[in-house]
């Protein structure tokens, strides 16, 4: 297994960005381009979506329980396969929720967590798309209750 090409890890670098912004901005058509059409996420423990409706679904109601999230990758690591047209990756990720109310936001109205993000990456006709995602949570700061005003 030889090593991934430098146009793949940049095209999979910008993929993750991709996702970041169109989750932040709310931008349910880009968010499709990020993902494999048949893709799985596994977020928040049993929580399983299938398929890009049902993903698209999932965090459009996620979305517009807060005012605002922001999405921050840091470290991140992608490795070939022994098939050419797919590759792991690992991201941890630092994700703030805000909920409705007065910008700044006070302290109590932040739900923060941290964790890590196991992809599969999948090259496809249309590009690199993820294919199969698991969030492991590391931390949690704040009010969760923020996720579900009312």
Same mark, same amino acid.
């Given at each position: 297994?030889?090593?991934? &090409?430098?146009?793949?890890r &940049?095209?999979? +670098?910008?993929l993750?960005a991709? =996702?970041?912004?169109?989750?932040?901005l709310?931008r349910? +058509?880009?968010?499709?381009?990020?993902? @494999?059409?048949?893709?799985?996420i %596994?977020y $928040?423990?049993?929580?399983? $979506?299938? *398929?890009?409706d049902? /993903?698209?679904?999932?965090?459009?109601?996620?979305?517009?329980?807060?005012?605002a999230?922001?999405?921050?990758? !840091?470290t991140?690591?992608?490795?070939?396969?022994?098939?050419? +047209? %797919?590759?792991?990756?690992?991201?941890?990720?630092?994700?703030? !929720?805000v *909920?409705h109310?007065?910008?700044? @936001?006070?302290?109590? &109205? %932040? =739900?923060? %967590?941290?964790?890590t =993000?196991?992809?599969?990456?999948?090259?496809t006709?249309? *590009?690199?798309? /993820?294919?199969?995602?698991?969030?492991?949570?590391?931390?949690? &700061? *704040?009010?969760?209750? /923020?996720l579900?005003?009312?």
């Amino acid at each position: 297994m030889s090593g991934l &090409a430098g146009a793949d890890r &940049a095209a999979i +670098d910008d993929l993750l960005a991709r =996702y970041c912004f169109a989750v932040d901005l709310r931008r349910w +058509d880009e968010l499709r381009l990020v993902f @494999a059409p048949d893709a799985e996420i %596994v977020y $928040s423990g049993p929580r399983v $979506s299938r *398929g890009i409706d049902d /993903i698209v679904a999932f965090f459009r109601t996620t979305a517009s329980a807060v005012a605002a999230t922001q999405h921050l990758l !840091h470290t991140s690591r992608v490795r070939p396969t022994a098939d050419p +047209d %797919v590759a792991d990756g690992l991201s941890h990720v630092t994700a703030h !929720h805000v *909920g409705h109310g007065a910008r700044p @936001a006070p302290p109590e &109205a %932040v =739900y923060t %967590v941290t964790g890590t =993000y196991t992809d599969r990456f999948e090259r496809t006709p249309d *590009g690199w798309r /993820i294919g199969h995602r698991t969030l492991t949570l590391l931390t949690c &700061a *704040g009010d969760p209750k /923020i996720l579900r005003p009312g």
